[in-house]
């Protein structure tokens, strides 16, 4: 075999940077590379970094592109060359771009400089460029999963509340009541459909338009009747093509003469009927004709049935009996037709469904905006209205800051209708040949986010290019990489052979199935490698048994392996979380720790149910079941005896029961100290985080100790994480952080075990392991049903994308119950629905197996009959076991005995000695400043009363002689008095209302004037003096006793006005205060002294210190301005 | 133009000290710095053994601007932040606003950052042929906010550089001998423009730092952020022996996402950022005002009339510690809410408040204010006020409320900022009259933009600080957190109101300015201490996270894990030590099962529903029967399925009771009808305003037309209504050790055949026959059975024979007659085996056995009898670990 990937040349091929390619890529074919290098090779082409625009799905996808392209240009700048050539050949190319965008460089290093995005990231670059076109609020964010769940919730109930405030004939609340009848008047289940129904609403909109142009049921039933009947078209045009190329079809003109000269009485059409739908009853005719009542090809021709003696004998017998599967298949489903021109049985129904919708759709959007939150279904909304209409698509180059000229995408299989459409829009325009491409790439077969919206037909949809309206297609090339890089051979050999012989054999793209695309190991994978399969018999009487047996064996032989592990990874993939615990319990009883991704809901933790427990008594005083649980909590089990003794205390709330049970001295030390640590704390809910409360109270009672007692480290990871999401649902209510907390709850799950982290043993579900590859990979639960329960229920309503290119959805509901009349269109949809999950579910083994590099363990349970093994059926063991030649391929293992021998686990060491907590100690403050006095603190001495007071009255104060103080500063500049408007400004500027400034400012004037007036303080304010200065700052460290200063005290002060008039110092303090009415002046000064002497003799002090002066020398004066008075201050 | 510089800023920050007397002016970007060189300044004079001195003016740029402006005694003022917003609202509502933009504090937000914007970025006018819609009406209302802006004599605070500057050019403004400016690395257009005016006019010192020697540098890779932190702290920590504290910074470019992590990491570890003798540590973190709870619990009464008054809120504000008019009577108020949550009660003052006083009257005592009706009182606040007359509003709501017992030092803070923006809202909102929505918009606006901090010292304790804040300022080691993509460069600066050419001169509006300015502030990031520390998250989520561009090659990785391997400085952590110390004794499993209680506390008699009960879980019956514990009711929108049986049962009592006083047979279709609609209107007389109650009448009509039609099949087949609601009681069984005591729904018989039949409505999922005869589960049937055998229940007439069945009224589709036990013979020997059952169900239960026992048993998933059991939180079944599979 050659070295080299056989595929190695379309690789190559497919960095053109001229052409557009559709690349299909199989798992492990690395298609990251390629998108990699593709992108390398156009930066070395286009003349802006943002001509170049990369869509992913995932962050993870997007950050790994980046950081590859990343990795390429700091290795072409260093100059660097690499063992690979594959590497070595892009580094050109890379040096290239970095010469070529020398003045972008800022870009081609900033993380987010090149353009590879997310798809939803991209829709937000949109929006955010252009929010008005885009209709969203300027600073829109997309809502977390958990608010948006909570404004769904929110906008349903309004809604309704809404509703029911209309007058009863009001057609929305008659909707509403008949919605609510059909649901048996159970408002929790119309309100989960309104919730589903909101969140799929893009696929509704068309209809929800309709409704809203035309409100009435005719126009409805047109429009549905309308697409029904395109959608028969659709199939019929298939079967018009098909069967006329059968033998049957091909002599269908004489077979018909044969039976009506025959048999007269009901002969069959005359010709082969049309595609149009008004032909589908004689189609349905001529499957009658040909099938039996379940389908298949007839092989009696009964009279009755239509036939006439001896038909079985003639030449078109054969016919019917040898009509192509794929002309049965046809011919059979469409006999399950509804008529087109029929009326759709609940018509009315669903005509009040869509009536609701769109009012909650209203209620909702409106919410969003208030809220400035967007759901992922209106980001990808508003992308597609900024790019505009079809007809009038707006300029991307006034959108973005450049013009996209080259597209790639990534895991294209995962691409939803709204994507596509962005995809075509952003194409609009381009021309075959202009230079611009499109590179899409992915994997249909590993197309497993159909609950996302992701459609695999739109891949193979694009496979003939992208439709640019009133263009054509913009073609494609397509492309198939065939090179698998992870597997080896054997494992690829199994891949191939099962999945294309049975699993994928024969699709019906009708439903989403694709074809199987073989491909090729890798050179040099082509030895090793093992696939075992093990299957379980279950038991009659115990059901679950064969599934514990199963779990046993899968943790056996994950010891087994990992004992002689090598370094390498195992993984435990499932397709449903159903028996998570079983498997993990399994596990763990072997001694084995393993990392968990997702695996186990934090809050069906027990420990995490005593951390809730303890949060909801906290806040609810007479939530008694809170309160008990406290008393069986991990940190305080008390039995039976000392449940029922609390109950029989006085006090209507157990809360007062376990406080009165906690004093009588036979009450367990627990229990006492649980209430302890409460009554300490419970002062504080409300007051501090609602975290912080009940962390405190948990390290009280040696919470962490008896939760790692019982549960071990990751009991207390998961407390820990607790508390950590009630940190982030505090709201400042407790009530409020409740239900915040309630949302977070919902989807948290518990950490990875902290002692697994370096277990290589992972267990998640198949659809986190996408992207992700293991040595070994078990697969067990193979016998899981994907349709579960749903194949025998009927889901409330069924919405579903009509079969062919149109992507038009049709929705009907479940008969109602009070009627029991079949709907037709419902089991139509049912059928397609349920294919479709089938479809996709055997894309996600697909994935599942592809994830194994080396080893592939399959296991599962299977019922025994007759010496006949089966499975479920569409599990994936049931197609396992219907492969013929399966045995040549695996290890069959059937009820296989645990193996005695025991393997030790690998342990883990506790440290015995705990080293002694590092020391801290915490540092002194340098110096504390203080200060003699503060205008504020003047103000704070005056105004005294109740907490509660407005305080704008203080205020005025306040501002008024901070303005006097700031009017002496600048009249000691020598300068003149500003104007009225200039002091109400600065009143105004202080915080006072227009109306109190401009009343205040004359007066203030006045005072001031006044004072200006009176000798000492014009003589103080004289600029000329010696020394003089104002608003002057000064500090000092204050003398304790003699000589010693306070070396931990900063004295800091600004005093008023400091004037040296040659023989003393003046050490002027203005006081604005008024003299209070009913006070005589000689009291007021005294008063006034008394409050004020220190402060002067402080400031004294530190003029005297810096001055070197004697402090004789300084006179104190209490200037009040609003008597015009100086006041002496004497020693 | 005079430069000051200095390769790392201790050195700039000794020089600057040198250079500075009273006569010098230094302005700084921020306060941080301010406080840093005054402190600065102040160390220095100890150190020379001054006894006073006088300090520079040392203030921020900004302070400066508004001060030289004020000195100038101008007639424009400044405007404030909510007086300009308000008169960009004034200006939106003169706009023809384009479609889908709203008039909202948002908007007028955004106009006024990017008027700003422009401004301070010196954008030069658009020019006027064309224009898109948006920024048509952009330029439209800056047009008219700026002419209200000159009328109301106000000047936008983006202009004080520019008009300083001018005062400067014509020598209004008197400067002190000496400026020096720190810590200006990228200043925005027109404040360059102010700087080098200075430095080149009035002889101005730029000084800067200029790195020509890296220093040591460290990068640390951590599996995640948590990790990431907890490796800090140990770092820190351990750095913290040989440092002093404050010369240990801790940059973290992305402060909001940090914060919330490094508080509980470094409180855990470290402890409060401050004790008695001094600080320990000092995050910035800048809590919103509205964030605390004080100021939450403060807007209740504003927030209880504005969102529907709701329970949850009216309960948050009756419990809430901050409001001392309730304060002694928390527990008794808190029963309220019980019985709104039984009655679904959530909403409308008027309607909780009815309930109690129709269920628990002696809880509104508590309740309303002494002199004062609660409803009534907030019934008063609709309306339209000024916001001053809002704000008084709320005022003399809290005076009567007693708001707020306040606790300590911090409260107090807490609500003297509340105050204060109180006061300054009043002004600001001036004398329009608004709505109550309005005024919490603005009110709420007000209380988001003001930051509270975390108490610290800056000049004792380790300085957590961010990004910004760490200009100028110097350390002996930094630590720079977070540096992941996103962090440095920070995503780019969404400005929609800005045509992309005006963008491409705003900074930060760019990808490529926001990464010069990150460049700019990692180069200065290198002179802030000689060695530093960089750190990193490797993943998010479990995804890889790329790193800052800044991060250098070669880097280290580690992981902390303080379980197998605990460090020194991790044993810190209380909840660690105390963990490590359970871990010793691990595993102490739950008991597998409660130890008997003995004598067990079994009532004399027990009723059906009970023994249903014990049968599906002995504990479940121990919890609810024994202890008599019940759960908190979720209220329920719409009718609870048990409020429909209810009700359903009582229609069918009276119906079938009157139809049998009256004399009516059902054949009589006319009158058998009208009495039923009399029953009906009977039934629901209370409720027929309620809207669901309303429906389900409608719903009631179609299933009992069908009942109808079945009940007169039986009818034809002999059958008469002979009993209904038939109590028993005193059923016994040698072998039992409880009588039992039950209700049958209604008694049938047949006088042909001398047949009696028991009937039990099931409004919901009726029994599977297997529950009874095979599995034992619904003990009901065999119950009322074997009282009417045992004569529990006397009946008027002799009889033959005995069975039951329940009848379905789930939905009008579904109304059906089944009897699950076909013949009597069947009957009889089930009935046999029942009496066994309820025999060892007895031993067991006098034994003081009450295991949790759950059948069905739940399988992988909480369901079977577990499914809506509200006792899992205290029975054994679920915590269990190893031994019991719950499969
Ligand atoms: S949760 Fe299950 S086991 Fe526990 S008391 Fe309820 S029914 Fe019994």
Request: aromatic residues 8%; proline residues 16%; contains cysteine.
């Given at each position: 075999m050659s070295k080299e990937p056989a595929d190695t040349q379309t690789r190559i091929r497919s960095l053109s940077p001229a052409e557009s390619f559709h690349v299909e890529s199989p798992a492990g074919a690395g298609k990251t590379s390629l998108l990699t290098a593709r992108f390398i090779r156009l930066l070395s082409v286009?003349?802006?970094?943002?001509?170049i625009l990369a869509l992913t799905f995932t962050n993870k996808a997007a950050n790994e592109m980046r950081e590859r392209i990343g990795f390429l240009l700091r290795q072409a700048e260093k100059g660097a060359s690499f063992d690979e050539p594959w590497v070595n050949s892009l580094l050109p190319h890379a040096q290239k771009a970095l010469k070529k965008h020398a003045r972008h460089i800022n870009l081609l290093k900033s993380?987010?400089?090149?353009?590879?995005?997310?798809f939803h990231s991209f829709c937000l670059l949109l929006i955010r460029q252009s929010p008005w076109e885009a209709q969203v609020p300027f600073d829109a964010v997309v809502a977390r999963d958990e608010d948006q769940g909570a404004l769904l919730t929110e906008a349903v109930r309004n809604t309704q509340q809404q509703i029911f405030a209309?007058?009863?004939?009001d057609p929305l609340r008659q909707a509403l009541k008949q919605r609510l009848l059909h649901m048996n008047n159970n408002w929790p289940t119309l309100e989960a459909e309104l919730r589903q129904l909101i969140a799929r609403r893009d696929l509704l909109a068309d209809l929800i338009t309709e409704v809203k142009a035309a409100p009435d049921k005719d126009h409805l039933d047109r429009v549905l009747t309308g697409r029904l009947s395109a959608f028969i078209s659709y199939r019929l045009a298939e079967l018009r093509s098909s069967f006329p190329a059968t033998e049957l079809g091909g002599n269908w003109s004489f077979l018909r003469a044969h039976l009506h000269e025959k048999n007269p009485s009901s002969p069959p059409p005359?010709?082969?009927?049309?595609?149009?739908?008004?032909?589908l009853p004689d189609w349905q005719v001529i499957a009658n004709l040909c099938l039996t009542?379940?389908?298949?090809?007839?092989?009696q021709f009964k009279i009755a049935d239509g036939f006439c003696k001896n038909?079985?004998?003639t030449y078109w017998a054969e016919c019917i009996k040898n009509l192509p599967e794929r002309v049965v298949s046809q011919l059979r489903s469409l006999?399950?037709?509804?008529?087109?021109?029929?009326?759709?049985?609940?018509l009315d129904a669903l005509f009040d469904l869509i009536l609701m919708v769109g009012q909650t759709m209203q209620a909702y959007d409106a919410l969003c905006r208030r809220r400035g939150v967007m759901d992922y279904v209106e980001l990808e909304l508003a992308a597609l209205r900024a790019l505009g209409?079809?007809?009038?698509?707006?300029d991307l180059q006034l959108l973005l800051d450049r013009k996209i000229q080259h597209i790639l995408v990534d895991?294209?299989?995962?691409?939803s209708r709204n994507q596509w459409h962005l995809l075509q829009r952003l194409c609009a325009g381009w021309q075959p040949g202009d230079g611009r491409t499109v590179f899409i790439v992915g994997d249909p077969?590993?197309?497993?986010?159909g609950f996302r919206?992701?459609?695999?037909?739109i891949f193979m949809e694009a496979r003939e290019g992208i439709p640019i309206p009133g263009q054509g297609y913009l073609k494609l090339t397509p492309v198939n990489l065939t090179t698998?890089?992870?597997?080896?051979a054997k494992l690829i050999d199994f891949t191939n052979e099962v999945f294309g012989q049975t699993?994928?054999?024969?699709?019906?793209?009708?439903?989403d199935e694709v074809p199987y695309q073989a491909f090729l190991p890798a050179p040099g994978k082509e030895g090793g490698g093992r696939i075992v399969l093990a299957t379980f018999t279950k038991n009659d009487g115990l059901l679950n048994e064969a599934r514990l047996r199963e779990a046993g064996w899968l943790a056996r032989e994950v010891k087994r392996i990992s004992a002689n592990c090598d370094g390498k990874t195992i993984g435990i993939l499932l397709?449903?979380?159903?028996?998570l615990a079983t498997y993990l319990k399994a596990l763990t009883r072997e001694g084995l720790k393993v990392q968990v991704q997702e695996?186990?809901?934090?809050?069906?933790?027990p420990e995490v149910m005593d951390m809730y427990s303890l949060a909801l008594a906290l806040v609810r005083p007479h939530d008694d079941l809170a309160w008990t649980s406290l008393l069986r909590s991990a940190w305080c089990w008390v039995g039976l005896d000392i449940l029922y003794e609390v109950s029989r205390q006085?006090?209507?709330v157990w809360k007062e029961k376990i406080r009165i049970f906690h004093?009588?001295?036979?009450?367990?030390e627990a229990v006492k100290r649980l209430w302890g640590s409460i009554t300490l704390r419970m002062s504080e809910v409300g007051r501090q985080s609602l975290a912080k409360v009940v962390g405190a109270i948990w390290e009280d009672i040696e919470g962490p100790a008896a939760v790692c007692t019982r549960f071990g480290p990751a009991g207390v990871e998961n407390c820990r994480q607790f508390l950590k999401i009630l940190a982030d649902a505090e709201a400042g209510i407790p009530e409020e952080t409740l239900s915040r907390l309630n949302l977070l709850l919902e989807t948290a799950y518990a950490p990875p075990d902290p002692l697994s982290v370096r277990s290589p043993v992972q267990v998640m579900t198949v659809h986190r392991a996408k992207g992700l590859e293991f040595d070994v990979v078990f697969l067990p639960y193979?016998?899981?049903?994907?349709?579960?329960?749903s194949g025998k229920d009927s889901p409330p309503y069924l919405l579903e994308r009509l079969p062919g290119y149109t992507g038009e959805h049709l929705i009907a509901l479940s008969p109602d119950r009070r009627l029991k009349k079949e709907d037709k269109t419902y089991k139509l949809l049912k059928d397609i629905w349920k294919k479709r999950q089938l479809a996709e579910s055997k894309r996600l083994f697909y994935v599942a197996a592809t994830r194994a590099k080396k080893e592939l363990y399959l296991s599962g349970l299977v019922t025994e009959r007759d010496g006949e093994s089966s499975a479920t059926k569409n599990s994936f063991l049931s197609y396992l076991l219907a492969h013929t030649g399966l045995k040549a391929k695996v290890e069959s293992m059937p009820d296989p005995v645990l193996s005695a021998t025991e393997v030790a686990a690998p342990a883990i060491s506790i440290k015995s000695e705990l080293p002694e907590p590092i020391l801290f100690t915490p540092e002194r403050l340098p110096y504390q400043v203080i200060s003699p006095s503060s205008l504020k603190g003047e103000m704070t001495l005056r105004e005294s009363g109740?907490?509660?007071?407005?305080?704008q009255i203080s205020d005025y104060h306040l501002a008024r002689g901070t303005v006097i103080h700031r009017l002496f500063e600048h009249l000691s500049k020598g300068k003149t008095l500003p104007t009225e408007r200039a002091v109400a400004v600065a009143m105004l500027a202080e915080g006072v209302d227009k109306h109190t400034s401009q009343g205040s400012a004359k007066g203030i004037l006045a005072e001031v004037e006044a004072c200006l007036k009176e000798e000492f303080c014009a003589y103080i304010l004289?600029?000329?003096?010696p020394f003089a200065a104002s608003e002057w700052m000064i500090e000092d460290q204050p003398v304790?006793?003699?000589?010693?200063?306070?070396?931990e005290t900063v004295r800091s002060g600004i005093i008023d006005r400091v004037v040296f008039d040659g023989a003393y110092w003046w050490l002027v303090d203005y006081k604005?205060?008024?003299?209070?009415?009913?006070?005589g002046l000689e009291e007021f000064l005294k008063e006034q002294e008394m409050l004020y002497r220190g402060q002067l003799l402080s400031y004294r002090e530190m003029l005297a210190q810096q001055r070197q002066i004697?402090?004789?020398?300084i006179r104190l004066i209490l200037y009040f301005t609003g008597i015009q008075k100086a006041h002496e201050i004497k020693d | 133009m005079g430069y000051l510089t200095a390769r790392t800023t201790q050195e700039l920050q000794a020089k600057i000290i040198e250079k500075a007397d009273e006569e010098t002016l230094i302005l700084t970007p921020g306060r941080r710095l301010a406080r840093r060189l005054r402190h600065a300044f102040r160390i220095a004079q100890i150190e020379r053994g001054r006894r006073a001195w006088l300090p520079p003016k040392i203030v921020t740029l900004n302070s400066w601007l508004n001060e030289t402006w004020l000195e100038s005694w101008p007639e424009e003022c400044i405007v404030s932040d909510i007086a300009c917003l308000c008169l960009w609202k004034e200006a939106v509502e003169e706009t023809a606003l384009p479609?889908?933009?709203?008039?909202d504090i948002g908007l007028y937000r955004l106009l006024d950052e990017t008027y700003s914007a422009i401004i301070r970025h010196k954008i030069p006018p658009l020019p006027r042929d064309y224009l898109s819609p948006l920024i048509g009406w952009r330029q439209k209302a800056f047009e008219i906010f700026e002419g209200r802006l000159r009328a109301k004599g106000y000047v936008h605070p983006a202009f004080l550089p520019a008009l300083i500057k001018d005062k400067l050019r014509d020598g209004s403004c008197v400067l002190p001998k000496q400026i020096l400016c720190v810590g200006f690395e990228s200043p925005a257009p027109v404040e360059n423009d102010l700087l080098t005016g200075l430095a080149k006019d009035h002889g101005a010192v730029i000084c800067s730092t200029e790195s020509n020697e890296p220093p040591y540098i460290k990068a640390v890779g951590l599996p995640d952020v948590e990790q990431e932190v907890m490796w800090l702290a140990q770092d820190v920590l351990e750095k913290a022996q040989d440092t002093p504290l404050h010369r240990i910074g801790v940059v973290v470019p992305n402060m909001s996402a940090y914060a919330p992590l490094l508080s509980r990491v470094f409180q855990e570890l470290?402890?409060?950022?401050?004790v008695e003798e001094g600080g320990n540590y000092n995050i910035s973190?800048?809590?919103?005002?509205?964030?605390q709870p004080l100021t939450q619990a403060a807007l209740l009464p504003l927030r209880l009339m504005l969102e529907g008054e709701g329970r949850g809120l009216f309960l948050a504000l009756l419990l809430?510690?901050?409001?001392?008019?309730?304060g002694r009577h928390r527990n008794i108020l808190a029963q309220a809410d019980r019985v709104w949550r039984e009655y679904s009660i959530d909403q409308g003052l008027s309607d909780l408040l009815y309930i109690l006083q129709k269920?628990?009257?002696?809880i509104l005592s508590f309740i309303h204010p002494p002199g004062h009706d609660l409803a009534g009182l907030l019934r008063d606040l609709p309306g339209k006020r000024t916001g001053a007359g809002w704000i008084e509003a709320l005022y003399r709501l809290w005076d009567i409320m007693q708001f707020p017992a306040i606790n300590n030092e911090d409260e107090e803070r807490v609500f003297r900022h509340l105050q204060e923006k109180l006061a300054a809202l009043a002004c600001d909102l001036g004398e329009e009259k608004i709505d109550a929505y309005t005024f919490y918009a603005w009110l709420k606006y007000a209380l988001e933009e003001t930051k509270v901090n975390v108490p610290g010292y800056e000049e004792a304790g380790i300085q957590v600080i961010g990004l910004i804040e760490s200009r100028g300022l110097s350390f002996d080691h930094l630590y720079v957190v977070g540096?992941?993509?996103?962090?440095?460069?920070?995503?780019v600066r969404h400005f929609p109101l800005l045509t992309r050419e005006e963008k491409s001169l705003?900074?930060?509006?760019?990808i490529e300015s926001q990464y010069l300015f990150a460049e700019q502030a990692f180069a200065h990031l290198m002179t802030v201490a000689p060695a530093v520390t960089l750190t990193r998250p490797l993943e998010e989520k479990s995804d890889p996270l790329p790193a800052s561009?800044?991060?250098?090659?070669?880097e280290e990785n580690t992981a902390v894990n303080y379980w197998l391997e605990p460090g020194q400085a991790s044993l810190r952590a209380g909840w660690l030590r105390q963990a490590h110390e359970g871990w010793r004794d691990?595993?102490?499993?739950?008991?597998t099962e409660d130890t008997?209680?003995?004598?067990?506390?079994?009532?004399?008699e027990l009723s059906v529903t009970a023994i249903e009960k014990a049968i599906s879980c002995p504990f479940k019956f121990f919890a609810d029967t024994v202890l008599r514990l019940s759960e908190l009711p979720e209220p329920t929108i719409g009718i609870s399925s048990q409020e429909k049986g209810n009700r359903l049962h009582r229609l069918f009592a009276l119906f079938t009771s009157q139809m049998r006083k009256q004399g009516v047979?059902?054949?009589d279709a006319g009158q058998s009808e009208s009495i039923l609609k009399e029953c009906i209107a009977e039934v629901l007389a209370d409720v027929t305003d309620n809207p669901y109650w309303q429906i389900e009448r409608e719903r009631w009509s179609g299933l009992l037309a069908t009942w109808l039609c079945l009940e007169r099949k039986r009818k034809e087949e002999g059958w008469r209504w002979l009993l209904e609601e038939a109590n028993f009681s005193?059923?016994?069984?040698?072998?039992?050790p409880f009588t039992v005591h039950g209700r049958i729904d209604r008694i049938d018989i047949n006088d042909g055949e001398r047949k009696i039949c028991c009937w039990d409505y099931k409004t919901g999922s009726t029994p599977p026959p297997v529950d009874i005869?095979?599995?034992?589960?619904?003990?009901q049937l065999p119950l009322y059975l074997l009282a009417l055998r045992g004569g529990k229940t006397s009946l008027p007439v002799p009889f033959q024979s005995l069975t039951a069945g329940y009848i379905s009224l789930k939905s009008e589709g579904e109304v059906q007659f089944g009897e699950p036990v076909k013949d009597e013979a069947g009957w009889e020997t089930c009935l046999s085996a029942w009496e066994k059952e309820i025999t060892s169900l007895g031993q067991r239960l006098s034994a003081g056995n009450f295991p949790a026992?759950?059948?069905p048993i739940p399988k992988g998933?909480?369901?079977?009898?577990?499914?809506?059991?509200?006792y899992l939180t205290l029975c054994t079944y679920w915590k269990k670990e190893e031994e019991n599979d719950h499969v």
């Open positions: 286009v003349d802006h970094p943002h001509e993380p987010d400089g090149l353009r590879i995005m997310t209309l007058p009863p004939d005359a010709s082969i009927p049309g595609s149009a739908c008004t032909d009542k379940d389908g298949k090809p007839r092989k038909f079985a004998g006999r399950e037709l509804p008529f087109s021109d029929t009326p759709l049985t609940d209409g079809e007809d009038t698509p707006a895991e294209f299989q995962d691409t077969k590993q197309s497993i986010y919206k992701a459609e695999v037909s698998n890089f992870r597997s080896c699993v994928m054999a024969s699709p019906d793209e009708e439903v397709p449903a979380r159903t028996y695996g186990i809901l934090l809050k069906e933790r006085e006090g209507t004093t009588n001295p036979s009450a367990p193979l016998d899981w049903n994907p349709l579960g329960g109740s907490n509660t007071h407005p305080p004289r600029p000329d003096h304790v006793d003699e000589a010693v200063r306070a070396t604005t205060t008024p003299l209070p009415s009913g006070i004697d402090p004789a020398k | 479609e889908g933009l709203e008039s470290i402890g409060s950022p401050t973190l800048g809590e919103s005002l509205f964030s809430s510690p901050y409001y001392g008019l309730w269920k628990k009257p002696e540096l992941s993509a996103g962090s440095l460069p920070q995503p705003v900074q930060g509006a760019t561009p800044f991060w250098p090659e070669g691990h595993p102490i499993p739950y008991p008997p209680l003995v004598p067990a506390p079994l009532p004399d047979f059902l054949t005193s059923l016994q069984n040698a072998s039992w005869h095979t599995h034992f589960l619904a003990p026992d759950p059948k998933n909480r369901n079977g009898a577990c499914q809506y059991c509200p």
